[in-house]
């Protein structure tokens, strides 16, 4: 398999430089040539494979550069601090069932991702002898979880941005409190966009980048959301058995990179197994008036009890455009040359349509959310964190409005421990802190603050060689 650019000026070239390019040197995001095609028979075939075997299966369609021993062995590695053997639970609420993504060593689905990016980093430096920067921007979660990924790592150099004092306290513990020296966590004075723009513009020079070795871990690394398509397949498989098909899954949603690993599975899989994707976010939803309008437009960014989801520019939704303007790299560069100028992108009318058969969307408020985790509570006994009830609430609205039948999944994001102030809120009580949190708060903290300012973050990346 080789991976090309949405923005079409990158020869084809194959997974391991795909993994280590992170954002497209023309500027665009990285996508496999070919998206394969699963068959019934293939799907049979997996269905008593425990995760790290189907993860290895998924995938060795899209990794051929890497010996097939090898590639299981960096799978299975991937996979052993998670905290059950299931790696990821299917969890049954009425008629939703809950996929707890939050099994790894942070908490949050983002493990499922940064893990195995750690084990293929560490084995292609090894190999290759050579070092690398991780730069990355976060609003919570993804920091600790690409720290997590590759602390104590030799030949790796991790760098964070995130916006001070702006993810939550245990999201800020968990990045700050890890103690190995190739940890560096910079607090920037802004907003996760700001963070991001930095990230970007220093990718962007490309001198700097090739000298520094600088390596993207956010979700615009395609060996990210090819690690997210396979628990789409997992949970298809499950429900396949108890024929509840097809699958509708809601996917809360921040920079769209979980969802866009839905959007490849359905690929993958066909309508028959995977159905529309329900794309659910918070206040900021500039992807759900966009499915509703066909026009994508920036507003300013709000602080919700979901704060991984609180963007304003999607990351990776360029990869969607593209197979909506059927690969045509050019008008794709064209729009989002308009949208630099004016801060909106439209789409023609039959776009809409078909991007209105691939999703739908809701917005889910603050005040909405806690009385979902409330009655969850009350109903279940089972304590939703946040991010995960915004999925639940766009499911139930789905559910209702198109009188949907089928299986219904809701991915589960994050443990609701990393969010106990909204979880009190909703239901006067904390929830169990888990064993990964206790002590966090006594440990020492290590973060430097700095305002938007890109010659500092260089500064401070040259300065710790
Ligand atoms: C990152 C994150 C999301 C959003 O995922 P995207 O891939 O950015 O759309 C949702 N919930 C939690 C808890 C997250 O950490």
């Known amino acids: 398999m080789k991976y090309i650019s949405t923005r079409g000026n990158i020869k084809p070239i194959p997974f391991k430089d795909t993994l280590m390019m992170g954002l497209a040197t023309d500027g665009g995001l990285m996508i496999p ?3 394969p ?8 075939e997996w269905e008593t494979l425990p995760y790290p075997m189907l993860a290895f299966e998924v995938m060795r369609l899209f990794i051929d550069d890497i010996p097939e021993n090898t590639l299981k062995n960096l799978v299975i590695s991937s996979y052993k601090r998670f905290d059950t053997s299931e790696i990821a639970p299917l969890i049954q609420t009425g008629k939703l069932h809950i996929l707890e993504l939050f099994h790894g060593p942070t908490l949050a689905f983002k493990d499922i991702a940064l893990q195995f990016l750690g084990e293929l980093f560490s084995y292609i430096l090894k190999k290759q002898n050579k070092k690398i920067n991780i730069l990355g921007a976060t609003s919570g979660d993804t920091g600790s979880a690409a720290i997590y990924g590759v602390r104590g790592k030799e030949n790796i150099n991790i760098f964070i941005l995130h916006p001070n004092n702006r993810v939550s306290p245990v999201q800020e513990l968990q990045m700050t409190t890890v103690s190995d020296a190739n940890v560096h966590n910079i607090a920037i004075n802004g907003n996760f966009d700001d963070c991001q723009a930095l ?23 395609w060996a990210r959301i090819l690690a997210q ?69 920036k507003s300013a960014v709000v ?18 455009l593209y197979y909506l303007y059927d690969k045509n790299s050019d008008n794709l560069k064209k729009s989002f040359d308009i949208f630099d100028q004016t801060g909106e992108l439209a789409v023609s009318p039959e776009m809409l349509d078909s991007v209105k058969k691939d999703f739908y969307s ?37 559910i209702n409005q198109y009188d949907l039948k089928g299986g219904f999944v809701c991915l589960s994001t994050a443990h609701p ?19 990964a949190f206790q002590g966090l708060e006594k440990l020492s903290k290590r973060k430097h603050i700095m305002d938007i300012d890109i010659d500092a973050v260089k500064d401070f990346i040259v300065k710790n060689q």
């Open 362 to 398: 809701f917005s889910i408020s603050q005040d909405e959310v806690s009385g979902i985790i409330k009655r969850y509570f009350d109903t279940y006994k089972y304590i939703l964190d946040p991010h995960t009830a915004v999925g639940v609430g766009a499911m139930e609205q789905a």
């Open 229 to 297: 398509v396979v628990y789409y397949i997992w949970c298809v498989l499950k429900l396949n058995k108890a024929n509840k098909l097809p699958v509708f899954f809601s996917v809360p949603t921040g920079n769209f990179g979980d969802i866009f690993a839905g959007f490849i599975a359905k690929r993958m899989l066909g309508d028959k197994y995977i159905s529309s994707l329900i794309l659910a976010t918070n206040e900021n939803n500039i992807l759900t008036r966009f499915i509703a309008t066909g026009s994508y437009k």
């Open 199 to 221: 990230v970007k513009t220093i990718f962007n020079d490309l001198d700097f980048k090739s000298n520094y070795g600088l390596t993207a871990i956010n979700s615009i690394n």
């Open 33 to 35: 040539e070919k998206i």
């Open 37 to 44: 095609v699963i068959s019934d028979d293939t799907l049979k």
């Open 303 to 320: 602080s919700t009890t979901s704060p991984s989801m609180d963007i304003m520019i999607a990351s990776n939704f360029e990869r969607y």
């Open 417 to 435: 421990a990393k969010f106990p102030d909204a979880i009190f809120k909703a239901i006067d009580m904390n929830p169990p802190v888990p064993k």
